[in-house]
């Protein structure tokens, strides 16, 4: 089993070597772990934030183990070096169509929650989003207008794409409660048009998943009023993006939710993929251990379980994490003190009690 590292930029680092400690204490056997520079230190050390030796790295493995890219030393390049090339490089590159963003409530956080308590604790969804599309993958440029710059990004999806990533979402809708809500913007959007038509046609191969349609800007409203509605969200890569941020402030903190970036290719113990934390390198507390590791630490649980095949393993990894959630143990994300570390140590001594 070949793991690849790409710990990247801001907190990625600090939460991806909580992620590292636990997958240590596990003591795997026939495990190779490889570690490779993306995104601004990519940049800063090689000239590209995803050189080639990252991506033939990330190829060769069964599983990729992602923190975070972004640096604001980087904000002026030209966008082929901006570290968010390296994530929408290797997610195109390795064919990483089906991103998976789990988000349910713990017991004994909802306090934390944005929501009241009695809205938060029925919160347990599944975003699935497009991850090859859209306006993140479109033709893109600025041009000189009357107005000015004028910057442009087209959205497009065509109906291999969308086919492919709504099996994704009936599938996860079966093994759920059977109910599938695509988000889109049907009523203006030529792109939302054919999403909406095509998974009109996908439904007809589901006939025991509940599907029904919902605009983005309603979709928002409805995840902040009564966000216990959804089982499955399926929707394209922008949306996509901004619900589950969303999504993780209903569940208390983006330094929870974990993420899993699949497309077709098959390991000898699983489906290759890409797993990292929902949210971004956070400048603003880098450096700082207020990073909170659970994000990073729940990625590996999900790469354990569809890439390597290791349910046991992934479950008492989850099941260490919501005993540490519903502890006092809160980093400043949660309303506590406890540093990145510290959240990595209570983790580990967890998964020791549930050994
Ligand atoms: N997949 C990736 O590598 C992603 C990269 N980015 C990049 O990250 C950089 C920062 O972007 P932002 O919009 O600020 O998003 P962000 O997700 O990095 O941070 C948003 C807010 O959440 C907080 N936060 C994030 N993760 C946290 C954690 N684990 N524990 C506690 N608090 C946490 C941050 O401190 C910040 O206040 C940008 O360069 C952006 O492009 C953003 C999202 C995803
Ligand atoms: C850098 C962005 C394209 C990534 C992002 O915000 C995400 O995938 O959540
Ligand atoms: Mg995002």
């Known amino acids: ?31 190779t772990i490889w570690e490779g520079d993306v995104g601004g230190i990519a940049y800063k050390r090689h000239g590209h934030p995803l050189p080639q030796e990252t991506l033939e790295m990330a190829r060769a493995a069964d599983a990729v183990l992602f923190g975070a890219v972004g640096d604001p030393d980087c904000d002026d390049l030209p966008r082929e070096h901006r570290p968010e090339q390296a994530i929408l490089g290797l997610r195109s590159e390795l064919g990483l169509f089906a991103n998976l963003r789990p988000a349910a409530g713990y017991p004994g956080l909802e306090d934390m929650s944005s929501l009241r308590p009695e809205i938060a604790r029925g919160i347990d969804l599944l975003v699935v989003r497009e991850l090859n599309g859209d306006v993140y993958f479109g033709d893109k440029g600025e041009r000189s ?60 191969e589901y006939p025991d998943v509940e599907l029904d349609h919902m605009y983005v800007d309603n979709a928002a409203m409805q995840m902040v009023r009564s966000p216990g509605q959804f089982d499955v969200i399926l929707t394209g ?84 994490v919501a005993k540490v959630v519903a502890s006092d143990v809160r980093g400043a994300d949660l309303g506590g003190t406890a540093s990145t570390s510290e959240i990595g140590d209570a983790v580990l001594r967890q998964m020791t009690a549930l050994a």
């Open 145 to 204: 207008s009357d107005g000015g710059r004028e910057g442009w990004d087209a959205m497009s999806y065509n109906e291999a794409e969308v086919r492919r990533i709504a099996h994704t979402g009936f599938q996860a809708a079966q093994k759920r409660r059977g109910r599938l809500t695509s988000v889109d913007k049907a009523n203006v959007l030529e792109t939302s048009r054919i999403w909406r038509e095509t998974v009109i046609e996908v439904a007809k």
């Open 1 to 31: 089993m070949k793991i690849a590292i790409l710990p990247g930029d801001g907190i990625g680092p600090e939460v991806t070597e909580q992620a590292r400690r636990v997958l240590d204490a596990l003591d795997l056997p026939k495990l």
């Open 237 to 320: 890569n922008l949306f996509g993006d901004i619900l589950s941020d969303q999504a993780s402030a209903c569940v208390g903190s983006i330094g929870l939710l974990a993420s899993a970036s699949m497309g077709e290719r098959q390991t000898d113990f699983g489906t290759f993929g890409l797993y990292e934390p929902i949210h971004g390198s956070a400048p603003d507390i880098a450096g700082q251990g207020k990073a909170n590791p659970i994000a990073a630490i729940l990625s590996l649980a999900m790469l354990l379980r569809h890439s390597l095949g290791r349910e046991n393993e992934a479950g008492r990894i989850e099941r260490a």
